[in-house]
T-cell receptor, first 111, second 112 residues
Framework: GQQVMQIPQYQHVQEGEDFTTYCNSS?????IQWYKQRPGGHPVFLIQ?????EVKKQKRLTFQFGEAKKNSSLHITATQTTDVGTYFC???????????FGGGTRLMVKP | DGGITQSPKYLFRKEGQNVTLSCEQN?????MYWYRQDPGQGLRLIYY???????QKGDIAEGYSVSREKKESFPLTVTSAQKNPTAFYLC???????????FGSGTRLTVV
C-alpha cells in the first residue's frame, strides 16, 4: 500500500487565504522533500528537511518536519495565483535513495 | 545549461507496439529514475539506476524495460505487455549525497 500519504487531495482557496498540506509516512524518514508541479508541468524541487523538528521558510512558504520524522507540513501564507499547482512530499521510504512520493495536494486559488 | 531532456513531448502509439522514451542528462548525475503519473495522481516509480550498467525494478516495472549503457542516458521502453500505458512519464536524476531530484519535462504517451 501507499507509504506516504498526503491530505487534503484538493484545496480551493480565495487569494490571500492561507493553505496547508500535510504529509505522513508509515516509517521514519531520514529526510523529507517537497516538490511543486505547475499545471501541465513537471515537479520542481523546493526543499529538503533533515532534522527532527526542523522548520524552514522560503518567503511565504513554511516547511516543517515532525519530531518523530514521520510527518511534515507545508504552509503557504496569503496565497497568490502563482501558487497554483500540485505540491508533493517525498521521502526515502525503502532502502536506498529512491523517493516515494505522496499523492500530492492540488491547490487552486481564486483571484 | 545543465538539465534533463526528455523526448518526444507527446507520443501516440497503437496497441501492440513497443515504444521507447528518451531521457538524457548533462548534470553528471549518477542516479536516474523513471516515474509514471496518471491524471490527478502521484508519481509511481517504474525503474531506477544508480550506476551505469545497473538498474533495479521499482513499484510498477511490469510491461516496461530500461537500459543504462551510458551515464547520460536512461531510455524507457513501454512494451506491448503494459496493459494501460497511457500516462505522463517523467524521468529524473540525482547526484549522490546532494539534494533533490531534477526532473525532465516529461513525455505524454497515448495509446490509440
Amino acid at each position: 500500500g501507499q507509504q506516504v500519504m498526503q491530505i487534503p487531495q484538493y484545496q480551493h482557496v480565495q487569494e490571500g487565504e492561507d493553505f496547508t498540506t500535510y504529509c505522513n509516512s508509515s516509517t521514519t524518514l531520514s529526510n523529507i522533500q517537497w516538490y511543486k508541479q505547475r499545471p501541465g508541468g513537471h515537479p520542481v524541487f523546493l526543499i529538503q528537511l533533515v532534522k527532527s523538528g526542523e522548520v524552514k521558510k522560503q518567503k511565504r512558504l513554511t516547511f516543517q518536519f515532525g519530531e518523530a520524522k514521520k510527518n511534515s507540513s507545508l504552509h503557504i501564507t496569503a496565497t497568490q495565483t502563482t501558487d497554483v499547482g500540485t505540491y508533493f512530499c517525498a521521502g526515502p521510504v525503502n532502502a536506498g535513495n529512491m523517493l516515494t512520493f505522496g499523492g500530492g495536494t492540488r491547490l487552486m486559488v481564486k483571484p | 545549461d545543465g538539465g534533463i531532456t526528455q523526448s518526444p513531448k507527446y507520443l501516440f502509439r497503437k496497441e501492440g507496439q513497443n515504444v521507447t522514451l528518451s531521457c538524457e542528462q548533462n548534470l553528471n548525475h549518477d542516479a536516474m529514475y523513471w516515474y509514471r503519473q496518471d491524471p490527478g495522481q502521484g508519481l509511481r516509480l517504474i525503474y531506477y539506476s544508480q550506476i551505469v550498467n545497473d538498474f533495479q525494478k521499482g513499484d510498477i516495472a511490469e510491461g516496461y524495460s530500461v537500459s543504462r549503457e551510458k551515464k547520460e542516458s536512461f531510455p524507457l521502453t513501454v512494451t506491448s505487455a503494459q496493459k494501460n500505458p497511457t500516462a505522463f512519464y517523467l524521468c529524473a536524476s540525482s547526484a549522490r549525497g546532494l539534494l533533490g531530484y531534477t526532473f525532465g519535462s516529461g513525455t505524454r504517451l497515448t495509446v490509440v
